[in-house]
C-alpha cells in the first residue's frame, strides 16, 4: 500500500503552505476558460489550508510553453476564476521565481492566496532544476501536491521541491491514491477491467499488469481488432497495429493460463467512413467487411459485457468503446458508461478520453472516482511508482 501523509493529517496553523495544483484548463482562443472542473476540484484543498490561518502560495503549469513566456499561456484568467469562486483577492505574480515576486510573497499577510505565473515559462520546471525547486521551497515552510495528473513527471514543482520541504498530499492526491491504491493492492473481486481506446501500443503495460490482478478484462475499441486480428479474424479497414498482433496473441495466452477471463467484442458497429455522414451497418466479428472499419462495439457485445460488469464488485475503465467524438458511433461507449453508473460496484474511470466521454454523458456523479490524470493513472495502475508522490512524506 501506499501511504501518504496528507493536509488531514498535519497542524498547518500559521504556516506558509506552497501548493501545486493542476490549473491546467482549455482555453478558447481569446483565453477565456472553456471549463473550470479543475480549479473547482482544487478549493476543498485550498479552502481547507485557509482555515487554518495560513498563506498560501499556489503554483501549476498551463499548456506548453516550453521553458519560454508566452502572453497566451498566463495564468491571469486562471487567478481570476480562482478569485471568483473563493470570492477573495487573489495575487497573481508575473513570473515564478523574479525579485519583484519574492517581495510580493515576502509580503503576505495570513489568509492571503497567491498564484505563481506559470512554471513552465521556466525550463528548470521540467528539467527538475534544484535551484529552481529550491527558489520555490524558499517561499513556505511547508509543500502540497495536489496535482495528480502531473505526478508522473518528475518535475522541480511535483518532486525537486519535497527535498527541501515536507511534502504532503492534498485531498484530491490522497482521493487518487486510495482508488488506485485499492485498484493496485487490494480489489475486492470479482475485479472487471474494462479496456478500450485506440490502440494496444499506448496500453501494453497496463494491460499486462491487469492480467496479473483481474479477474475479467473486458477489450472494446479500436485495439480489440489487433486483438480479433491475433484470433484470426478479418478486421477489414479498422485500426489495427500489425507489429502488435503477436504481442496480443501473448496477452490472450496468458489469460488463459491465468484463468482470467478475457472478453473480445462478438459484434461491431461498421462505417465506410469515420464521419457523422458514413453509411453503417452491424455485423457480426466473423462477417466485418473488407472494406468497411469497425467504430463501435455492438449491441450482442454491450449485452455480454454488461452482464459481466453487473457481477463486478470492483470495475475499471479505461479507453472508449467507440469513436465516441461523432454521434453515431457513441452508443457503445454510452452504453457501457451506463452501465457502470448504475452499478454497486466500486467504479473507477481513468485516461483522458474516457473522462471526457463520462462527463459529455454527464455520469461523473454517479462512479465511484473520476481519475483527474491520464497518463498518471495509468503508470499509477502498471505499478510503477510515480515521483510527485513518492517525495511526500509517508504516514
Ligand atoms: P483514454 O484517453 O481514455 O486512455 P485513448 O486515448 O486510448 O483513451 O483512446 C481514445 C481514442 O480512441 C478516442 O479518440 C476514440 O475515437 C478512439 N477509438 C475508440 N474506438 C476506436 C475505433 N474502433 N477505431 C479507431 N479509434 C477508436
Ligand atoms: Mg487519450
Not at 501523509?5 to 501545486?20: C, F, N, P, T, Y
Not at 479496456?195 to 490482478?213: D, N, Q, R, Y
Not at 467504479?347 to 454523458?361: E, H, P, Q, R
Amino acid at each position: 500500500m501506499i501511504n501518504k501523509k496528507s493536509i488531514r493529517d498535519a497542524e498547518l496553523s500559521g504556516q506558509r503552505v506552497i501548493m501545486r495544483v493542476d490549473f491546467n484548463v482549455p482555453l478558447d482562443k481569446e483565453v477565456n476558460i472553456t471549463d473550470d472542473t479543475r480549479i473547482r476540484a482544487a478549493l476543498p484543498s485550498i479552502e481547507h489550508i485557509l482555515k487554518q490561518n495560513t498563506k498560501l502560495i499556489l503554483m501549476s503549469h498551463l499548456g506548453r510553453p516550453k521553458g519560454q513566456v508566452s502572453e497566451e499561456l498566463r495564468l491571469t484568467p486562471v487567478g481570476k476564476r480562482l478569485s471568483e469562486l473563493l470570492s477573495k483577492e487573489v495575487i497573481i505574480t508575473r513570473d515564478s521565481i523574479g525579485e519583484e515576486t519574492k517581495k510580493i510573497i515576502s509580503g503576505m499577510q495570513t489568509g492571503d492566496v497567491a498564484l505563481l505565473e506559470n512554471l513552465r515559462f521556466y525550463k528548470e520546471e521540467e528539467n527538475n532544476d534544484d535551484g529552481f525547486a529550491k527558489a520555490l521551497a524558499e517561499y513556505a515552510d511547508v509543500y502540497v501536491n495536489d496535482a495528480f495528473g502531473t505526478a508522473h513527471r518528475a518535475h522541480a514543482s511535483t518532486e525537486g521541491i519535497a527535498h527541501h520541504l515536507l511534502g504532503l498530499a492534498g485531498f484530491l492526491m490522497e482521493k487518487e491514491i486510495s482508488f488506485l491504491g485499492k485498484l493496485l493492492y487490494n480489489p475486492e473481486k470479482p475485479y472487471a477491467a474494462i479496456i478500450g481506446g485506440a490502440k494496444v501500443s499506448t496500453k501494453i503495460g497496463v494491460l499486462e499488469k491487469l492480467l496479473e490482478k483481474v479477474d475479467v478484462l473486458i477489450i472494446g475499441g479500436g485495439m480489440s481488432y489487433t486483438f480479433l486480428k491475433a484470433k484470426g479474424f478479418e478486421v477489414g479497414h479498422s485500426l489495427m497495429e500489425t507489429e502488435k498482433v503477436s504481442l496480443a496473441f501473448e496477452l490472450i495466452k496468458k489469460a488463459d493460463e491465468r484463468e482470467v477471463k478475457l472478453l473480445l467484442p462478438d459484434d461491431h458497429l461498421v462505417a465506410d467512413k469515420v464521419e457523422e455522414t458514413a453509411r453503417v451497418k452491424t455485423v457480426d466479428t466473423n462477417a466485418i467487411p473488407p472494406d468497411m472499419i469497425g467504430v463501435d462495439i455492438g449491441p450482442k457485445t454491450v449485452r455480454a459485457y454488461k452482464k459481466e460488469i453487473k457481477q463486478a464488485k470492483t470495475v475499471l475503465w479505461n479507453g472508449p468503446m467507440g469513436i465516441f467524438e461523432i454521434e453515431k458511433f457513441a452508443r457503445g461507449t454510452n452504453q457501457i458508461a451506463n452501465v457502470l453508473a448504475s452499478s454497486k460496484a466500486t467504479t473507477v474511470v481513468g485516461g483522458g478520453d474516457s473522462v471526457a466521454a463520462v462527463n459529455k454523458f454527464k455520469l461523473a456523479e454517479s462512479i465511484s472516482h473520476v481519475s483527474t490524470g491520464g497518463g498518471a493513472s495509468l503508470e499509477f495502475l502498471e505499478g510503477k511508482d510515480l515521483p510527485g508522490i513518492q517525495a511526500l512524506a509517508d504516514k
